[in-house]
C-alpha cells in the first residue's frame, strides 16, 4: 500500500493547476495539501463553524479563498474549475446521528453539480474497512459507516459514468497518524465524532474510552501509538 506522501504524489498531476475546487474542506487539512500545488482553491463547506476553524488555521495560505457555500448550488459558471479535489464524500449527509439512512439522492445532486463544474475529479475516501467503521460505533451504534462508504462510493463511480468520465487512476494509502501516549491517542478519538455524540456523564465517558479501547488493540494501534488511516483515491476524468 502507497503511503500518504505517495498519495499526494500521485494526484499531484491532477492538482497542479491554476483554479481549483476544495468540497467540503472541514478543518481544511486536506486543503493544504492541495493548496501545495494549485494556484488558486475555492473552498465551499455549508458549515460557519467550519468556516471560522479552517481560516484560522489556513490563515498563512494566500491561494485559498473559503466560503460558507452549499455544494448543491456552488455559484460559478460551468467547466470554471479546473479541479474539484472532494475527501470523505460519503460524510455529505450527516443522516447517520439518529437513523441509519443514507440520502443517495442528495449524493446524486452534489455529483451532477460537480460535474458541471469540472471535467476533472479527485476524491480521497476512507477505505470502507477502515477502522474508523468500527470506532463509529462507540457514537452510534445504529451507524453502518464502512456500508455508508461503499454505498457511496459505488454511487460516485455510477453518476460520473452516467455523466461521461472515466476512472483513470484508482489506488490505497495510508495516513499514519501518531500519538505521544495512550492517553492523548484515546481522547483524540473521542473529539473525532463529537459532533455525533459527546459523553454526558464521566462513568459514560470511561465506557466509550474502555470501547475504543479495544477496537484500537485489535489492531494493536494502541499499542504502536499509531493509527492507520486507511484511504481509497480515484481520479475521474472526462473528454
Ligand atoms: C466528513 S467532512 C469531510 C471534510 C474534509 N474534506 C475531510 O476529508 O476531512 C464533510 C464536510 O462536508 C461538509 N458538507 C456536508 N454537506 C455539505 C454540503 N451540502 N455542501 C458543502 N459542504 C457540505 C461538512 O460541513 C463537512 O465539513
Redesign the pocket.
Known sequence: MKTFEEMWEDLKPYLSCEKGL??????G???RYFARYCKHIVG????QE?YEIAKENLKDLDNVELKV????KVDYPDKYFDVIL?????????SGKEEFKMDLD?KRR?LNEMSRLSDTIVF?EIDPDNLSAELYKVFNPIEEHGIRTQKSNELIDQVLKENGYKLILCDRAVDKISYNSREEFKEDMLAWWAEVHVPETEEEKQEMLKKIEDILESRKFLTNLCFDDVFRYTVYKRG
Open positions: 476544495d468540497e467540503g474542506y472541514y478543518d487539512k486536506y486543503t465551499v463547506d455549508v458549515s467550519f457555500m452549499d455544494a448543491l472532494c475527501t470523505s464524500f460519503h460524510e455529505f449527509d450527516l442528495l452534489i480521497a
